[in-house]
């Protein structure tokens, strides 16, 4: 998990605003390493706000891998970053592929 420290007053929204594409990739990241090590949760990030004492942490069930990895693909499909579309489009392919094969043993 990365950890972000801000000292200022709103920094962490106008960080998130402006880092679309680290945040995005920190998604893709932690989404692979909870499905390759078999996680239920995992915590991508944290905003820590030193003066404040405001702690943000960010994570993702795996009931929501998908619906992350399909916003991520549509923002780097806008930027036109297609090598991270690809790694996220095999990586929700693997996830469904999981899916279905434990379907099928169950019925």
């Known amino acids: 998990m990365k950890d972000f420290y801000f000292s200022g007053e709103g920094d962490e929204k106008e960080f998130l605003k402006k880092n679309k594409w680290v945040i995005h990739s920190l998604i893709i ?3 692979k390493k909870a499905y390759e090590d078999k996680l239920e949760i995992i915590e991508v990030f944290r905003i820590i706000n030193t003066v404040s004492n405001f702690v943000m942490t960010s994570e993702l069930k795996k ?3 998908l619906d992350s990895l399909s916003k991520s693909m549509d923002y780097f499909l806008s930027i036109e970053e297609y090598e991270k579309c690809k790694e ?3 990586l929700i392919k693997n996830i469904k592929d999981d899916v ?3 379907n099928k043993s169950e019925g």
Do not use: A, L, M
């Open 100 to 102: 279905d094969k434990s």
């Open 29 to 31: 990241d932690g989404v």
């Open 63 to 65: 009931d929501d891998w």
């Open 88 to 90: 996220i489009k095999d």
